[in-house]
């Protein structure tokens, strides 16, 4: 790792060195100032009930459960080997869904359990960093997502693995086989800045205005989504690699990638999925070591602030509202999809990566802290003992399988969304039901598979209709949403068209036509229809000429609405994520079978160890140690570094361990000495609604000023505005 001073011997300007005794303060620091984060500001400070868990054991018990191969149970153990050599193990995303493994999922996990102090290089007698190295595409120089996989895909998914790897780097330095990937990694990505645009003359930007980059061909790849983001990613990871190999073209690289989400405009957020806060702390920290002037309000506003279109992903940012009596201010997620749905891998990525900011950035301390309070308390939302059983889709198997509620929901809903499936078949002309009935329709993709399956009369006899009886919800807004197909029997020119009516005799309004095997369809229904539903299917051919008949195949039909139950624990696998409608605020979904898989994401509980590994309480409640340095990757020389915010009315005296040796006690924030000489136990006063910076600096350290960084002991203690 490049020590401090090479960092400091890069800045343009070195201004003249103040040197002061240990014992006293630096008198020159300006007057601290805050800078707000306005969807924090409007957060409680004491958020409503409180019921903070211990991270840390959630992310032991976690990834006790995930690693271990002896566990019995439907869907366990979670873990299993690829093969007889051993080499590599599966891991679904889903408890009960595909076996995988992805690199989010598996490369968080080795970084979770290291975050809390598990060796993951021998956790239950395992190699789970070097199993980790499997994911490296050897020919495209990069760690992709799945084994033997490509990128081209999407920008987060295809620079987010590598994102983890450099953690995992990080937390396991020194091996040179690891060096060499991450070596390849940076350059792959500069040189995929340069394929997007980046020059150094004529100055030129990268674009990163594309769904992501091939980088076998480097050629963008377009899919119908923006996904600037990735400059933030890229961001990161090179200057990440500048600081580990100090090759100037990542540095080079850096600098070109924040240039690029700085010169968006800020109705454009390119915030899409969980890179863009590694923009925001790039350039805090890019500021503080380098001198540099990145404009960080604006990156953190972007992560925080969920915009409307055009923005890469609408409604997307920091949820600050109350759910049905609980407070659900600083998950992460959608405020606008039903209201707000919030999701536990962005939710712990995000406190991990802006946490460190406060450091490089300390007018940031009061509203991370904040934020973090509000984040850390709320997050227990995603987990199964904090809801009933009628709060959340997969309860049965949680509470005989998960006794320690350490596998989290992927996501929460503030309001569930309800499915009225049909109670009857009402009637059937001219056709025939040759498989399954009305029940058949009531959930998708089950296993084995359940359709109603429905066949034409012959020609001769007129057009088929089949008609289904529902009972209207009492909601405003309904949706008919229904998965079938055609399949065709040699009834040429046909398709069967669905229409609804509120009288089983009709009049009938169109709704949509099933020509194959289309993905689901969707119509509004009328506010104005009460108590029944009739929806019909017919042939839509009537002429005569055809001999043999088609079949209709009815998968789930439902109709969506939104429920009075809330917040609801659930995911996008048993509750299937259909369509997202009325500028991203309505979601239409249909429902699977609590027996065919769970919503119990494992590639988002394995971020866990972040608020594990960053997270303590102390001895006054609601006041959080948050240890500044534990997700700071390759950071420069620092002594302990904590941030406390204290969000109560009054003051407050914080007991911190300050360990055998004497230490003074200095506050980042507003550049004072709060005790001198302290051992063991030391007690701090923190003022109501405000928060510390606490460093433990080496006791009577000299301390001084070089360009907008206050040292002690040649260690950067304070970058100053």
């Not at 956790?123 to 495209?140: C, H, I, L, S, T």
């Not at 536990?344 to 406190?351: E, L, Y």
């Not at 507003?670 to 910076?693: C, H, M, W, Y």
Request: glycine share 8%.
């Amino acid at each position: 790792m490049k020590p401090l001073s090479f960092i400091l011997q890069t800045l343009p300007v070195l201004v003249g060195l103040v040197t002061m005794s240990g014992a006293g303060r630096l008198h020159a620091i300006e007057a601290a100032s805050q800078s707000t984060i306005s969807r924090v500001e409007r957060m409680p400070n004491l958020p409503q009930p409180y019921a903070m868990r211990n991270w840390r054991q959630v992310t032991r018990d976690y990834i006790d459960v995930l690693l271990d191969f002896d566990r019995r149970g439907e869907y366990l153990p979670l873990v299993r080997w690829r093969d007889e050599s051993r080499t590599m193990v599966s891991l679904p995303a889903y408890v009960g869904g595909e076996s995988g493994p992805e690199a989010i999922n598996y490369l968080a996990a080795v970084v979770s359990g290291s975050l809390v102090g598990l060796d993951m290089r021998s956790y239950r007698g395992q190699d789970w960093v070097k199993m980790g190295e499997n994911f490296f595409n050897a020919e495209e120089g990069v760690y992709v997502n799945r084994l033997g996989g490509n990128t081209g895909e999407s920008f987060w998914y295809d620079i987010f693995p590598n994102v983890l790897f450099y953690q995992i780097n990080a937390l396991y330095p020194d091996d040179p086989a690891r060096d060499r990937q991450a070596f390849s990694v940076a350059l792959k990505w500069h040189d995929a800045c340069e394929a997007l645009g980046g020059k150094i003359d004529p100055p030129l930007l990268p674009n990163f205005d594309h769904t992501g980059l091939n980088l076998k061909t480097m050629k963008p790849v377009e899919r119908g989504r923006v996904e600037s983001e990735g400059a933030a990613g890229v961001a990161w990871l090179e200057y990440m690699a500048w600081v580990r190999f100090e090759d100037p073209r990542f540095l080079t690289a850096a600098d070109w990638a924040i240039r690029s989400l700085e010169a968006k405009p800020d109705e454009e957020s390119p915030l899409y999925e969980v890179l863009l806060p590694y923009g925001a702390l790039v350039a805090a920290r890019m500021n503080g070591e380098l001198g540099r002037d990145y404009d960080v309000a604006k990156l953190v506003n972007a992560c925080f602030e969920p915009r409307g279109r055009p923005q890469a992903r609408p409604g997307w940012g920091v949820i600050s509202d109350r759910w049905n009596g609980l407070d659900a201010h600083g998950l992460v997620g959608s405020a606008t999809d039903g209201g707000g749905y919030a999701f536990a891998m962005n939710t712990f990525q995000w406190a991990g990566t802006l946490a460190p900011l406060a450091r490089y950035d300390t007018r940031y301390a009061h509203d991370i802290g904040k934020w973090v309070l509000n984040l850390a308390n709320a997050a227990r939302l995603f987990y199964p003992n904090a809801h009933d059983a009628e709060h959340q889709s997969s309860y049965a198997w949680a509470q005989t399988h998960d006794s320690k509620s350490s596998i989290a929901y992927e996501g929460i809903r503030k309001w569930k969304r309800g499915m009225r499936s049909a109670h009857g078949d009402y009637r059937t002309t001219r056709g025939r039901i040759v498989q399954g009935n009305f029940t058949s329709t009531h959930f998708l993709r089950e296993a084995p598979p359940s359709l109603q399956v429905i066949e034409e009369t012959a020609s001769g006899a007129g057009p088929f209709e089949h008609i289904w009886e529902f009972d209207l919800p009492k909601a405003q807004e309904r949706w008919l949403v229904v998965a079938a197909q055609r399949i065709e029997g040699g009834h040429a020119e046909n398709d069967f068209r669905f229409s609804f009516s509120a009288d089983p005799d009709g009049p009938y309004a169109p709704a949509f036509s099933v020509t194959g095997a289309e993905s689901a369809q969707l119509v509004e229904l009328p506010a104005a229809y009460r108590n029944k539903l009739y929806v019909k299917a017919e042939s839509a051919d009537r002429s005569n000429g055809w001999t043999r008949p088609d079949r209709l195949s009815v998968d789930a039909m439902a109709i969506s609405y939104r429920s009075s139950i809330g917040p609801f624990a659930q995911g996008d696998a048993v509750v299937t994520f259909i369509d997202l409608l009325k500028e991203a605020t309505v979601p239409i979904v249909l429902y699977r079978p609590a027996s065919a898989a769970t919503d119990l994401g494992l590639y988002g509980s394995s971020h866990v160890g972040i608020l594990g590994g960053i997270i303590r309480e102390t001895n006054v409640e609601k006041i959080l140690q948050l240890d500044l340095l534990k997700t700071d990757y390759f950071h420069a020389e620092a002594y302990p570094t904590f941030l406390y915010y204290n969000p109560h009315t009054s003051a407050k005296i914080v007991e911190i361990d300050v360990g055998p040796d004497a230490r003074d006690i200095y506050d980042a924030v507003s550049g004072e000495f709060l005790q001198k000489n302290a051992r063991d136990l030391a007690r701090v006063t923190i003022p109501a609604d405000t928060a510390r910076i606490v460093v433990l600096a080496p006791a009577g350290g000299k301390m001084r000023r070089e360009a907008r960084r206050i040292l002690i002991d040649d260690v950067v203690v304070r970058y100053t505005d």
